[in-house]
Structures are given as structure tokens and as C-alpha cells.
């Protein structure tokens, strides 16, 4: 059982991260922010794939004001997206389940927007930072190091502060202080932390401890290695990625290696998946990691057999079908494909549904028990009135 109650809890928005409350899964808008209307239409559907915290790029003044009409747009589409959408609790893992007395902290239930929480991610210019929390943003996204002189970091910590804004400090081995490359002679987990520590401090000294911390590197065992570090040393919860992870087939491994080893030894708090990809594969690479180490399901789960010399279908075009029907359902259900009708149902017992092939016809099955036998063609079809039932 995943034991993961150690770090603090702060709030991003209505969103608790933190303590034991569940893991949330966080994306990036890859929009302009500057363009309201596509980056709100990207933060609908990202939302309706299950992001509960988004984060935008404010390299500009323009995109810092650009934040109110996107939250304009969001309230636009909010009511249209409520009616559409079917909402789901979250469900919990069997580890979970077991814990009675968190119950309800186990559960986040997800927001309709303009409630997701938006985090502004600004480099260098604490005007910015001014501005974006003005603008009523949830979160910041910044390096209280690099902002420069002191008074400015104070100007922002004490906005922040006004307003409950969380800060996030995020350490990249891409971007690391100079003085600490020669000290360490590269970006080593030491010199991850060190950096984490150089900023954590210049906030705790203005008496600001709303943090959260991320470090990242594209190097999976160097991202894991460094938030072991860190975790042996502070209580703030983390964010957890690995850094340009890369395009979608290697980015969904390396992130589930990284991410699967940190989340196993109860490390993590908030997840981004980075790929270069739509950034809603992000999302459900991330839930996918999450069912994976047990701690949370979202959505079907689809199981199916590497077939062999008794399968009698083509069966990855069906799989290929399943998984097509199924993306948009919330329902945490396991759903088995596999390519016998012998072996099929029985292989496949702990599933909540599946199909299994034969020669010109098929079974729908349920729990293991045989519901109907149909012809191929229309196996998919009953599945989906089974799973609807
Ligand atoms: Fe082979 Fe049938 Fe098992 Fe698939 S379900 S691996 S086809 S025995």
C-alpha cells in the first residue's frame, strides 16, 4: 500500500494538493496565451479529459491581461459544458478504499470551469506576477531567485500572500544557476535541490510558505534520484514530471518509468505528463500512470490478450475500435478484448466487460459470465449497449 501523507497541504484554487489528498493531474495549454479564445477552448477540453490544475505561459504584459478574457470565455462556455458533460467522482483505488477515515479527502471532484485552477508560469519579470494575480489567477509559477532585487520579490510574496496564491518553484537541470554547474560540474540531483533550496529560502525568509517544488530533468533516474533528495530534507509537496519527456512513444515511457517509481514510494502530489503531443494525450497518459500504481482510476481501463496461435480474429483493429469508442467515458470500468472464445472469457474473469473473438462470431461477456453471442461484426456494438446498460 502506497503510504504518501508526509507533505503539507497547500490549495491551488479549490484544489487541495498535498497530504495525502489525491495525486491531481495537471496540463499546459500550448495555445498563445495572448489568443483568449483558442486557450480557453484548449482548457474546456482538457477539462473535460479530467485536468484539474492548468498552467499558461506569461511571457508578456499582453498575455498577463489576456487572463481575464479567458476566464471571460471559460464562463461563457461553462454552463453549455456543465449540461454536456456526465460527471464522475473520481473513483478510489482498493488501497483507498481501505481507509476509512479519509473517505471524503480521498475523492476530488472535478470543477466545471472557470473553477479549474489556472497557474501563470513567468520567468523573470515580477510585474508580471503582480499583474496575473490582479488578474485573479490561482497559482504562480516562478523562481523567486531570478526575479532580482529584493523588493520586488517582497512586492509579489505580498500579493500572493493577500490573495492565498500558491507559488511554485520549479527547478529545470536545463536552467541551472551557473555558480552551482561549476560547483557541481553538471546538474546532479545535490545540485537540483541546492537550487530548490536557494529559493525556498528567499521566500520562508519574507514568512511564505505556500510552496510547492518541482525538479525536473529529462533524465529519468536523475529527476527520481532528485526528488528523493529533496523529500528526505522538506515537507513541501511536489510536483512531479520529467522534464521534455519527448515525443508520445518514448515521452509515455520515460514518464511512466520516472513517475510510476516516485508515486510507488509515495512521492508526488500534483503530476504533469510532458509530451510533445495534443495536450490531451498528456492527461491521459497521466491517469493511466496513476491506475497503474493503484491510486487512482478514471475512465476505462482496456485490457486485452497478445493473442496466439488460437486466436481466430484480427483482433488489434478491435482493440483499436474499443479503445475509440471508449475515450470519452468517465466510468472507471475494465473492459477485456481478447482473441478467443475458450480461453477469452475465463482469462479475462476480473473484468467488468469484454468481447472475446471467434470464427465469424464472438462472446460478450461480463465478469467472466458469457451475456450473448453475436456476429462480429456487431460484437462492438453489444459491448457498448452492455457497458451502457
Ligand atoms: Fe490466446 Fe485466447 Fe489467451 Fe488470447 S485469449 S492469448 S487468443 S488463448
Not at 489568443?35 to 508578456?60: F, M, N
Not at 483505488?93 to 501563470?120: C, E, F, R, W
Not at 531567485?145 to 537541470?173: L, Q
Not at 482493440?319 to 466510468?331: C, F, H, I, S
Request: hydrophobic share 40%; glycine share 8%.
Amino acid at each position: 500500500m502506497i503510504k504518501r501523507e508526509h507533505t503539507r497541504v497547500i490549495h491551488v484554487g479549490s484544489v487541495p494538493v498535498g497530504g495525502g489528498n489525491p495525486v491531481t493531474v495537471q496540463s499546459m495549454t500550448k495555445t498563445d496565451t495572448r489568443d483568449a479564445e483558442a486557450t480557453a477552448k484548449q482548457i474546456l477540453s482538457l477539462e473535460a479529459a479530467g485536468c484539474e490544475i492548468i498552467r499558461l505561459a506569461v511571457p508578456d504584459m499582453e498575455a498577463a491581461l489576456a487572463l481575464c478574457r479567458i476566464k471571460k470565455e471559460l464562463l461563457k462556455n461553462s454552463s453549455h459544458q456543465q449540461k454536456a458533460r456526465k460527471r464522475e467522482p473520481v473513483a478510489r483505488s482498493q488501497n483507498q478504499k481501505q481507509k476509512k477515515k479519509s473517505d471524503h479527502s480521498l475523492l476530488i471532484t472535478h470543477h466545471s470551469s472557470p473553477g479549474i485552477p489556472m497557474i501563470a508560469d513567468i520567468h523573470f519579470d515580477w510585474r508580471l506576477a503582480l499583474e496575473v494575480i490582479k488578474q485573479g489567477v490561482d497559482g504562480l509559477r516562478l523562481n523567486p531567485g531570478n526575479i532580482g532585487a529584493k523588493w520586488k520579490v517582497k512586492e509579489v510574496v505580498t500579493a500572493a500572500k493577500e490573495k492565498g496564491v500558491p507559488i511554485r518553484i520549479g527547478v529545470n537541470a536545463g536552467s541551472l544557476d551557473k555558480k552551482l554547474l561549476q560547483k557541481y560540474g553538471h546538474p546532479t540531483p545535490e545540485a537540483l535541490v541546492e537550487s530548490a533550496e536557494t529559493h525556498i529560502r528567499i521566500l520562508e525568509e519574507l514568512d511564505f510558505t505556500d510552496i510547492k517544488v518541482s525538479l525536473k530533468a529529462s533524465n529519468v533516474m536523475k529527476t527520481v534520484d532528485s526528488y528523493r533528495l529533496f523529500a528526505q530534507k522538506y515537507r513541501y509537496p511536489l510536483h512531479i514530471g520529467i522534464s521534455e519527456a519527448g515525443p508520445p512513444f518514448s515521452g509515455m515511457i520515460k514518464s511512466a518509468a520516472g513517475l510510476g517509481i516516485l508515486l510507488a514510494e509515495g512521492l508526488g502530489d500534483t503530476m504533469r505528463v510532458s509530451l510533445t503531443a495534443e495536450p490531451f494525450e498528456e492527461i491521459r497518459v497521466a491517469y493511466e500512470i496513476l491506475r497503474a500504481v493503484g491510486l487512482r482510476r478514471r475512465g476505462p481501463e482496456i485490457i486485452s490478450c497478445p493473442t496466439c496461435g488460437r486466436c481466430q480474429v484480427d483482433l488489434k483493429p478491435i482493440a483499436q475500435k474499443v479503445e475509440e469508442a471508449l475515450r470519452t467515458l468517465e466510468k472507471p470500468v475494465t473492459v477485456a478484448v481478447m482473441g478467443c472464445v475458450v480461453n477469452g472469457p475465463g482469462e479475462a474473469r476480473e473484468a467488468d466487460f469484454g468481447i472475446a473473438g471467434g470464427k465469424g462470431m464472438g462472446l460478450v461477456f461480463k465478469k467472466g459470465e458469457v451475456i450473448k453471442k453475436v456476429k462480429e461484426e456487431h460484437l462492438l456494438e453489444a459491448l457498448m449497449e452492455l457497458i451502457n446498460e
